[in-house]
């Protein structure tokens, strides 16, 4: 029963390959009919090859028959000597797509689709593949195994499949199992000629490239459902017939195998232990969809239509932009029209440019076709305007630059495809960019867009043809542009700007989704909210002053919140909480390897911790514990010696990754730096000290998600934030991430705002704008120009209060940052709007640096007395949400509501009841009195003198008990707390262990 049952679903798949996949009908049968025509020793399907030799180039046979002696046996045995030979040597990829030259005769293995044209000899050759497909395939030459199917390419295996059915009682984990155990992967056919395996069963596939025994790893190949792993229901069918009704078939699978499998080697080593250690890369399957889907839409559609793929971390995405700009470099219409003249690829990924050549020189073996801009603005000019280079690598930083190079570039199709979608590619330098590659050209406004503009009158004046053509270049998308932004946490503005519009919905989605949620099932990244823990600060303070000064109470709370948070006593505690936790749970992780990220708030909280976790690891003695800092610029922290990240580390900031990256450290403070692309799979726990909201808190944590093969889990130590914040950030891009249209209303709600300052003036602006847009007769008068025309309304600026200059910034800031995304979005041409933008720009960067508000500082009023950080959760975080929302801009926006000023006794009085709810005199008494006792106890003190800390533990802990059920009396509320709270008794009993400890071995006897 159970091998009828197997033989059944071999024979459904090869059937179907027969009638609808483009196989041939006449190759499929059993074993023993199969043996004649394939040779196990070399690992080929001789019969198969050269029909397909005779087929397509009998010409070239006949040469190499002659070239052999004219004994078409010997040219036969000796050209399948040097294929193989060839094909060891080279591997099973480059000969299939280049072929063999056997005594200067090229011979093809296989020919790829025409991209374009309908050569006629092209199209036979193309259809002169012979793809078979073989059950139970013989693979060993020294015993009776077979492998359930074989797919030959021109005699060539490219791929096996183990089946299994679940009827019978196995299922995929069976298949892989025979993989891992039962194929070697010495034997010729599986470890040197196939390219892949999968295992399959009717609903789950799993594939891999390379069989390495036990540890062979096989990757998910499933469509994913419901946003998550595996497969949906097919009403016709197995769940799992894609694989053979659209992968397999003919012209997909040639496909893939032609321009999507690549092989990476390492750069370094010797030419052997290169091949050896040579990765063989087979698209996942969303990769391979959505590079389809992309190519299929640009065809379609042409050029100025942009698509947002939202993949996460952990989905392949320097591969799938690899693909992507190599299909669309090559992209022709139905027409036979080439859709693009050049793609631009924009990216911080340094791997990504010797990725592309790599690949693409597989591809193709053509040089030249990628040309990376690694010198200036000039360079990207003459790659933009020639026709060398097909794909051009460049940085988002460059393209301001390019505006002056390119004044007589002509206007073609560009396919900019942009990594990690960046934010700053939503705003002002999109329209440079747009600008730059002609999509801004005069020829582009007609003369009716130019009348209703308003903007062009009879004899064209320079600022206003100036005026006209920046508005077009923002208030409408251009035919010759198309993005391709790839994000794993598309923003709001993102949405808006690359993803489409679903009429059903309203909102902006992605044209392509592979979620974070589908990642983490099918463990392509670590679910990072897997194990989190967050503690909550209870303290006190009293006023030190006689007088009682009145504060806002806005300011006075961020000044206390400050003060608290840099507190020594503070950090002393969050220090030992870091390094001890570090020591007993995450120092043994991935095999003693694992490290650790500290996340603060600021650079001076970066520097204090940096020298707090120091003095301790000190004072404890671990010497096998080190740790780096990373922040940006200097600190002055009251010594006389500016601190930065170099002088603390010891060494140039410019290797602190490096460094991080090898044994000697495992602990990493960071503000700011390494919180997003930091990819380092040995990081698995991380402490956060900071408050992360949304996006930030999503990217922030994300740095755990990397894995490793030896990684189980991660772990997050949160000071600041609350599980439901971070849940509520990481809904948002767990599943499918959309975004409602903006309102443009909010261009004039947000320049409206800035009028409650009477600091700008309509007939200022007007008179500034020949300057602001470049008229002037030279560069020199321009400049003078400009900063006469900003000077008063820079002067009223400086007029204005403290935190009204504060407040005027912010405002300045937000309309210029809102005209430039919402005028690209909005069908409008605003004149008056535009004028006022031209003009808040320039004066936003004249007052970016003035009107500093000084913090206010309360540390000499104020003084700590009362301090406790406590576990409030600890577990697993759920997200369940499907679909997060996004906006562009956030509700509301307005000026925030100037409170009263009240008395610091009352505000410090406030604060106690919100941060001190749980703490009494008692508390802190109570604890002294026990501590005291403890350290006046001769057996404990015995104890300590003459045993490590560890063996301490045992009578400390007994002791501990003992007191607390002794003084139950005291405080009946601690005594209850401390037995009923598992997590509050174990690390009161920590922290009174290592304090008992220290002050006993010293000999101390007063309270350090």
Same mark, same amino acid.
């Given at each position: 029963m159970s091998s009828v049952d197997e033989e059944k679903f071999e024979r459904e798949i090869a059937d179907q390959l027969v009638k609808v996949g483009g196989y041939e009908v006449c190759k499929i049968g059993i074993a023993k009919e199969r043996r004649k025509d394939f040779d196990a020793e070399v690992g080929l399907d001789m019969t198969e090859l050269f029909l397909f030799i005779e087929e397509t180039q009998a010409d070239a046979w006949e040469q190499l028959v002659k070239a052999h002696g004219g004994d078409e046996e010997v040219a036969y045995e000796k050209f399948t000597r040097r294929l193989v030979q060839q094909l060891d040597e080279r591997g099973t990829v480059d000969v299939l797509r280049h072929g063999v030259r056997d005594q200067n005769v090229e011979v093809r293995l296989s020919y790829r689709r025409p991209a374009f044209g309908v050569a006629p000899e092209l199209v036979a050759h193309y259809e002169a593949n012979r793809l078979t497909v073989t059950r139970q395939l013989p693979f060993d030459p020294d015993s009776n195994k077979t492998v359930d199917l074989c797919l030959f390419f021109n005699g060539i295996p490219v791929a096996t499949a183990e089946l299994k059915n679940p009827l019978t009682g196995q299922d995929i984990k069976h298949a892989l199992g025979q993989y891992r155990s039962d194929r070697d992967p010495r034997n010729v056919t599986l470890g040197r000629r196939a390219i892949v395996h999968f295992a399959v069963d009717p609903d789950s596939v799993m594939m891999t490239t390379k069989l390495a025994g036990k540890v062979t790893r096989f990757l998910p190949f499933n469509l994913g459902h419901e946003l998550g792993a595996g497969n949906p229901p097919n009403p016709h069918g197995h769940k799992t017939s894609y694989l053979w009704e659209r992968v397999w078939a003919k012209d997909p699978w040639i496909d893939i195998l032609h321009r999507f499998v690549h092989v990476e080697r390492p750069d370094k080593g010797s030419a052997a232990a290169r091949r050896a250690a040579a990765e063989t890369i087979f698209p996942r399957y969303h990769q391979w969809d959505a590079v389809l889907k992309i190519e299929a839409d640009a065809a379609a559609n042409g050029a100025g239509h942009s698509c947002l793929i939202q993949h996460s971390a952990g989905s392949g995405k320097s591969n799938t932009i690899a693909w992507t700009a190599h299909r669309l470099s090559t992209l022709h219409d139905a027409e036979d029209r080439k859709v693009f003249d050049k793609v631009v690829v924009i990216t911080d990924r340094v791997i990504l440019d010797r990725q592309l050549q790599d690949t693409i020189h597989q591809f193709e073996h053509a040089r030249g076709v990628v040309e990376k801009i690694d010198e200036d603005s000039k360079q990207l000019a003459e790659a933009l305007a020639g026709e060398r280079a097909r794909i051009i690598i460049t940085t988002l930083q460059k393209f301001p630059f390019v505006l002056d190079k390119v004044g007589e570039l002509r206007a073609r199709n560009y396919a900019i495809v942009v990594d990690e979608a960046h934010s700053s590619q939503t705003g002002e330098t999109a329209k440079e960019l747009r600008l730059a590659l002609g999509a801004g050209e005069e020829q582009e406004l007609t003369a009716a867009e130019a009348e209703d503009s308003g903007l062009l009158a009879a004899a064209i004046d320079p600022v206003e043809?100036?005026?006209?053509?920046?508005?077009?270049?923002?208030?409408?998308?251009? @035919?010759?542009?198309?993005?391709?932004?790839?994000?794993?946490?598309?923003?709001?503005?993102? !949405?808006?700007?690359?993803?489409?519009?679903?009429?059903?919905?309203?909102?902006?989605?992605?044209?392509?989704?592979?979620?974070?949620?589908?990642?983490?099932?099918?463990?392509?990244?670590?679910?990072?909210?897997?194990?989190?823990?967050?503690?909550?600060?209870?303290?006190?303070?009293?006023?030190?002053?006689?007088?009682?000064?009145?504060? +806002?109470?806005?300011?006075?709370?961020?000044?206390?919140?400050?003060?608290?948070?840099?507190?020594?006593q503070q950090l002393a505690q969050k220090a030992e909480i870091v390094v001890e936790h570090f020591r007993h749970h995450t120092a043994k992780e991935i095999g003693g390897s694992a490290k650790a990220?500290?996340?603060?708030?600021?650079? !001076?909280?970066?520097?204090?911790?940096?020298?707090?976790?120091?003095?301790?690891?000190?004072?404890?003695?671990?010497?096998?514990?080190?740790?780096?800092?990373?922040?940006?610029?200097?600190?002055?922290?009251?010594?006389g010696k500016p601190l930065t990240e170099a002088n603390m580390n010891g060494f140039p900031e410019s290797r602190t990754a490096e460094e991080f990256g090898g044994s000697g450290y495992r602990m990493l403070i960071v503000a700011e730096k390494f919180q997003t692309g930091f990819d380092q799979p040995l990081l698995q726990t991380?402490?956060?000290?900071?408050?992360?909201?949304?996006?930030?808190?999503?990217?922030? !944590?994300?740095? !755990?998600?990397?894995?490793?093969?030896?990684?189980?889990?991660?772990?997050?130590? /949160?000071?600041?934030? /609350?599980?439901?914040?971070?849940?509520?950030?990481?809904?948002?891009?767990?599943?499918?991430?959309?975004?409602?249209?903006? *309102?443009?209303?909010?261009?004039?709600?947000?320049?409206?705002?800035? *009028? +409650?300052? *009477?600091?700008?003036?309509?007939?200022?602006?007007?008179?500034?704008?020949?300057?602001?847009?470049?008229?002037?007769? @030279?560069?020199?008068?321009?400049?003078?120009?400009?900063?006469?025309?900003?000077?008063?309304?820079?002067?009223?600026?400086?007029?204005?209060?403290?935190?009204?200059?504060? +407040?005027?910034?912010d405002a300045l800031t937000r309309f210029v940052r809102t005209y430039s995304f919402v005028a690209q979005i909005a069908a409008f041409t605003d004149e008056e709007l535009e004028r006022d933008y031209v003009f808040c720009r320039a004066l936003s960067l004249y007052v970016r640096d003035t009107g500093t508000v000084e913090r206010l500082d309360l540390g000499d009023e104020v003084e700590l007395t009362h301090l406790r950080n406590q576990v409030t959760f600890s577990g697993s975080l759920s997200l369940d949400s499907a679909v997060g929302e996004v906006r562009s801009f956030g509700e509301g926006g307005g000026a925030q509501q100037e409170l009263e000023p009240e008395h610091l006794s009352s505000i410090v009085e406030v604060l106690n009841e919100r941060f001190g709810t749980t703490l009494t005199e008692v508390d802190k008494l109570l604890f002294d009195q026990f501590e005291e006792g403890w350290v006046a106890d001769e057996e404990l003190s015995d104890q300590a003198r003459n045993n490590s800390l560890d063996n301490f533990r045992f009578a400390f802990e007994r002791k501990f008990l003992q007191t607390i059920v002794a003084q139950a009396g005291a405080n009946e509320e601690i005594y209850k707390r401390i037995l009923d709270d598992e997590d509050f008794q174990e690390t009161l009993a920590e922290f009174y262990l290592r304090k008992v400890y220290k002050r006993l071995r010293e000999g101390r006897s007063a309270p350090s």
């Open positions: 043809e100036a005026l006209a053509q920046s508005v077009a270049a923002r208030s409408r998308r251009h @035919s010759n542009l198309s993005y391709f932004a790839f994000t794993a946490t598309p923003k709001g503005r993102t !949405l808006e700007m690359f993803g489409r519009l679903n009429p059903d919905t309203g909102k902006h989605e992605p044209f392509h989704l592979y979620s974070m949620r589908q990642a983490i099932e099918e463990e392509f990244i670590m679910d990072v909210l897997a194990n989190y823990t967050t503690y909550e600060t209870y303290w006190k303070i009293q006023k030190t002053i006689e007088r009682d000064p009145a504060y +806002e109470p806005r300011k006075a709370r961020r000044a206390i919140g400050q003060f608290i948070s840099l507190h020594p990220m500290v996340v603060t708030s600021s650079r !001076l909280h970066a520097v204090r911790y940096k020298q707090q976790i120091d003095r301790y690891i000190r004072d404890q003695g671990y010497a096998d514990l080190k740790a780096l800092v990373a922040f940006s610029g200097k600190v002055d922290d009251g010594t991380m402490y956060v000290d900071k408050t992360l909201v949304d996006l930030a808190a999503v990217q922030t !944590l994300s740095r !755990l998600n990397r894995i490793h093969r030896l990684k189980e889990r991660t772990f997050v130590l /949160d000071f600041r934030n /609350d599980t439901e914040g971070i849940v509520a950030a990481f809904e948002q891009f767990h599943g499918c991430t959309v975004a409602p249209p903006t *309102d443009p209303n909010v261009l004039w709600d947000t320049r409206r705002r800035l *009028d +409650e300052f *009477d600091v700008l003036r309509e007939e200022e602006i007007e008179a500034a704008l020949p300057a602001l847009l470049g008229a002037a007769e @030279s560069e020199e008068k321009r400049s003078a120009e400009v900063y006469a025309a900003l000077a008063q309304a820079r002067g009223r600026f400086e007029d204005l209060g403290n935190e009204e200059r504060l +407040e005027f910034r």
